[in-house]
């Protein structure tokens, strides 16, 4: 009765030898599993941060931009408007019958 105790013992302490190596091995698997995550989330975070860098500095040359595109609308603004002008006292000019209009239209728009 001694030996089938000693026996069965024996399978036990194998058997908890054996859980436990299996037990190491996923703790060892699991570390490293969470080693490589760790790792991929620190790169992750610093695309994160190069890409709002990035952001950031594509709205400041978006702004930029818009501030000079306004700038170029107002300048096309009056550009036409004085054209405008010009086109109006030369159709004035044109249109009056005598010659003598012409230095009359001058001296009239100064």
């Known amino acids: 009765m001694a030996r089938k105790v000693s026996v069965d013992a024996g399978r036990e302490a194998e058997e908890m030898r ?7 091995r996923a703790v060892a698997e699991a570390e490293a599993r ?8 620190e790169a992750a975070l610093a695309r994160l941060a190069v890409a709002e860098e990035a952001e950031e ?13 306004l700038a ?3 300048e096309y603004q ?23 209009g ?3 239209g001058v001296a009239g728009r100064d």
């Open 34 to 41: 969470e080693e490589r995550l760790r790792r991929e989330l």
């Open 57 to 69: 500095r594509l709205c400041v040359q978006l702004g930029e931009l818009e501030a000079e595109a």
């Open 78 to 100: 009056e550009h036409v408007r004085a054209l405008s002008e010009r086109l109006a006292f030369a159709d004035r000019v044109l249109s009056r019958p005598s010659s003598s």
């Open 102 to 104: 012409i230095a009359a």
């Open 72 to 74: 170029q609308a107002v």
């Open 18 to 24: 054996r859980r436990n190596a299996e037990l190491e």
